[in-house]
C-alpha cells in the first residue's frame, strides 16, 4: 500500500485563508507549501525564459523553427532512456536536485554567449532546442514526484491549489522578463531565471528530507532509492497498457491543436513588431495574460471541479470549447490577429488551468515506475514528435498557400477527437476510485 501523507478526511483543515482556497488536512501543510513553491521556482524561470525563446525564433525564421522541431523531437527520444537509467540507480534526493542543477549552469553559459552576440545562430538554434526539450522534463519531473507524495484523493484536493504555484511562478516570470529586458537585455533575463533554479534546488531538497521522514516505502520501494529496472522500460510500460496508450494519444492531439495556434502566433508578432526586445514584452504581454487567468482558475475552479464533476470534466472542456472557437472562425471567415491570438489564449489558460491537472490526476493511481519512467516517455518524446509532424503539416499548409479555412476546419476536427479521447480517459478513472 502507498505510503502518503496523512489525508484522513474525518479531520477538520486549518482555519485560515487559505482554507477557503484548498482543503489541506492536517500534516498537509508544509508539503502542500513546498510543492508550490518549487513549482513556482521552476515554472517562474522557464517562463522568464519562454519569451527569449520566442524572440530567438523570429530571429531564426519560421522554416528553421519548424526543422528545428526533428531535432527537438529526435533530442526528446533519446533524454528517455538516459533519464530512465539515471532514475533506476540514482537516489532521488540526488538526482531530483542536481537537474535543477545542471539547468542553472547551461542558462548561465547561454547567457555568457547570447550576451556577446544575439546573432549567433549556432547558439540560437542549441538554445531553442535544449529549452524545448527540457522544459517539459523539468514539468514532467516535478509531477512524477507530487504523484508519490500524494495519493489519488489528495490529488483531487491539492493538484489543483500545487498547479497554482506554477502558475504564479508563470505570471512572476514573464512580467519580470518584460519589466528588465530593455535594461539588462536577453541574456539578462537568462541569468535572472539561473537564481530561480537555485532556488528550486532548495525546495527540492527540503521536499525530498520530509519524505525521507516518514520512512515509508512507495509501491515497494524505499522512499529514496533507485527504480532499478530497464531504462526502456517506459516505453514498454506504455505499449502494455491501453489505458496509457490512451493517455499517450490524448498527449499527441494536445500537441497538434497547440501546434496549429504556435505558428499563427509566431507569424502575427512577428508582422507587427520590427524590434527584437517589443517582441519580447509582446510574448511576455500574452503569458501575463494567460497566467493570471490561469491562477484564479486552478485557485478556486479546478480542486473544485475535479471532486465534484470528476477528471472527465477537467480533460473535455477545453477541446470542447476550442472546436466550437475553430467552427466560429471558419463560419464566420474571421482570421485575424485579435481572433487568433484570442484563440491562443483560450487554449493557454484552458491548457494549465485544468488538462495540466487533470493529466497529472490521470496517473495518480499507477505503480512508482510508470509514474517516472512511462510518464517521462509519453511527456516528453511523444509530445515532441506530435509537435514536429504539426509544425511540418503546418509549414506544408502555408508553403502550398492553403486558406486559413482548412487550419481551421483541421483544428476544429482534431480538436473534437481530443474531447472524445479526453472524456473516455478520465471516465475511466473516476469510474476506477468509485470503486475503491
Known amino acids: 500500500m502507498t505510503d502518503t501523507i496523512n489525508s484522513d478526511t474525518s479531520r477538520r483543515p486549518p482555519p485560515g485563508l487559505l482554507s477557503r482556497v484548498v482543503r489541506i ?109 527540457l522544459n517539459l522534463m523539468l514539468v514532467s519531473i516535478f ?127 512577428n508582422d507587427a513588431f520590427a524590434d527584437r526586445e517589443q517582441r519580447t514584452q509582446a510574448f511576455a504581454t500574452i503569458d501575463v495574460v494567460v497566467q493570471s487567468l490561469t491562477i484564479l482558475s486552478q485557485l478556486f475552479l479546478t480542486g473544485l471541479i475535479a471532486s465534484r464533476l470528476g477528471v472527465r470534466t477537467l480533460l473535455t472542456a477545453v477541446p470542447v470549447m476550442l472546436s466550437i472557437g475553430f467552427l466560429v472562425l471558419l463560419v464566420s471567415g474571421t482570421f485575424g490577429s485579435i481572433a487568433m491570438i484570442a484563440l491562443m489564449v483560450l487554449r493557454r489558460w484552458g491548457e494549465y488551468a485544468f488538462i495540466r491537472p487533470g493529466r497529472e490526476m490521470l496517473w495518480s493511481r499507477l505503480d512508482t515506475e510508470s509514474k517516472y519512467k512511462a510518464k517521462s516517455f509519453i511527456d516528453v518524446p511523444v509530445y515532441r514528435a506530435a509537435d514536429y509532424v504539426g509544425a511540418q503539416a503546418s509549414t506544408a499548409l502555408t508553403a502550398v498557400a492553403a486558406s486559413p479555412g482548412l487550419a481551421a476546419a483541421i483544428g476544429a476536427v482534431v480538436a473534437a477527437v481530443w474531447a472524445g479521447n479526453g472524456w473516455w480517459l478520465g471516465k475511466r478513472h473516476d469510474k476506477e476510485g468509485s470503486t475503491k
Open 143 to 269: 509531477w512524477s514526484f507530487m504523484l508519490e507524495m500524494f495519493d489519488a484523493g489528495q490529488a483531487k484536493r491539492l493538484f489543483g491549489f500545487i498547479a497554482a504555484g506554477g502558475t504564479a511562478g508563470a505570471l512572476v516570470g514573464p512580467a519580470v522578463a518584460g519589466l528588465t529586458v530593455t535594461t539588462i537585455g536577453n541574456a539578462g533575463v537568462l541569468y535572472v531565471a539561473t537564481g530561480g533554479f537555485v532556488a528550486a534546488i532548495l525546495c527540492q531538497r527540503f521536499l525530498m528530507r520530509m519524505f525521507a521522514r516518514r520512512g515509508g516505502t512507495t509501491a515497494g520501494h524505499r522512499s529514496d532509492a533507485g527504480l532499478g529496472g530497464n531504462p526502456f522500460a517506459g516505453i514498454f510500460i506504455v505499449l502494455k497498457s491501453p489505458y496509457l496508450i490512451g493517455i499517450a494519444v490524448f498527449v499527441t492531439l494536445l500537441s497538434l491543436v497547440n501546434t496549429i495556434l504556435y505558428f499563427e502566433q509566431l507569424r502575427i508578432i
Open 25 to 133: 488536512e492536517p500534516g498537509e501543510g508544509a508539503s502542500v507549501a513546498a510543492g508550490f513553491l518549487l513549482f513556482f521556482f521552476v515554472l517562474g524561470s522557464y517562463f522568464a525564459v519562454r519569451p527569449v525563446r520566442e524572440t530567438v525564433a523570429t530571429v531564426l525564421g519560421t522554416q528553421r523553427v519548424a526543422d528545428l522541431w526533428l531535432y527537438t523531437a529526435a533530442f526528446a527520444i533519446l533524454i528517455v532512456p538516459a533519464y530512465g537509467w539515471l532514475v533506476a540507480r540514482i537516489r532521488r534526493s540526488v538526482l531530483l536536485p542536481s537537474i535543477y542543477g545542471a539547468t542553472a549552469l547551461t542558462l548561465v553559459v547561454i547567457g555568457m554567449l547570447l550576451g556577446e552576440d544575439e546573432e549567433n545562430l549556432r547558439v540560437g538554434t542549441f538554445f531553442y532546442v535544449w529549452i524545448s526539450v
